[in-house]
């Protein structure tokens, strides 16, 4: 018999903020997966690690957070191969990500490379939009307006088509997109509303109006939120 596979969301940093569900689950299971930056802590740990089992295995993985494809290709395959081994063998696997598991999430990658036969479930979480507006008290949307998610690798022209006539809009990962974003949102006239929110939910939140922001880079957890319209 073959082992199911737990595709859990931990959300964006308050451990308080992890489901129910998540917390169950990591606590039964005990095959936790995760990635991580070389020589650091996973965030998704540090989350979790109240709520895993005490007798799991641990099994980090090394991801370099760069756009460097064929490494993280390459990081997947070995992932996914680990996890196959563990469900084959009819061991439980729980792969443990940030904010919510198929938002910009590692799981899509995954999910590519695990076959339809094997017995998944996805838990989500809350995505770092959601953890941003809370930390603004500020609505994402309302009433029957659009909300655009935005990369802010897009391209100038892209992001200036997308951006005009919005109403709410959130960038994510701007890091050294600061400038030229900055730039686009005073064009679309968005830089007044513009708001900041780094590490949100977590103990090193903190939020900010992007126009008085002079740095050429943000961290890779950092989001922006603007509304049309909207001062404060």
Do not use: W
Request: charge should be positive; glycine fraction near 6%.
């Amino acid at each position: 018999m073959s082992g199911t596979l737990y595709f859990v969301g931990v959300g964006t940093g308050d451990p308080e903020l992890l489901t129910l569900k998540a917390a169950r689950i990591l606590g039964e299971v005990k095959n936790i997966v995760y990635i991580q930056k070389p020589k650091t802590k996973s965030l998704a740990y540090e989350i979790t690690k109240n709520h895993i089992n005490k007798n799991a295995r641990l099994l980090p993985f090394d991801m370099v957070m760069e756009n460097e494809r064929f490494r993280a290709n390459k990081t997947y395959d070995e992932i996914a191969k680990e996890i196959l081994v563990l469900l084959n063998k009819g061991q439980d696997v729980a792969y443990i990500c940030e904010g919510d598991s198929l938002f910009y999430g590692s799981v899509n990658y995954l999910l590519e490379r695990i076959s339809n036969d094997i017995l998944v479930e996805i838990i989500p979480g809350i995505s770092s939009p959601q953890a941003a507006s809370a930390a603004l008290k500020r609505p994402l949307i309302m009433g029957n307006e659009i909300f655009k998610i935005l990369p802010a690798i897009l391209d100038d022209e892209v992001l200036l088509n997308e951006l005009q006539g919005a109403k709410s809009v959130a960038i994510l990962k701007v890091g050294r997109h600061i400038k030229r974003i900055k730039n686009l949102l005073e064009k679309t006239d968005f830089l007044a509303s513009a708001k900041v929110v780094e590490y949100a939910s977590s103990e090193k939140e903190r939020y900010f109006g992007l126009i008085d922001f002079k740095d050429n880079e943000l961290p890779y957890f950092a989001i922006i939120l603007c509304r049309r319209g909207k001062k404060k």
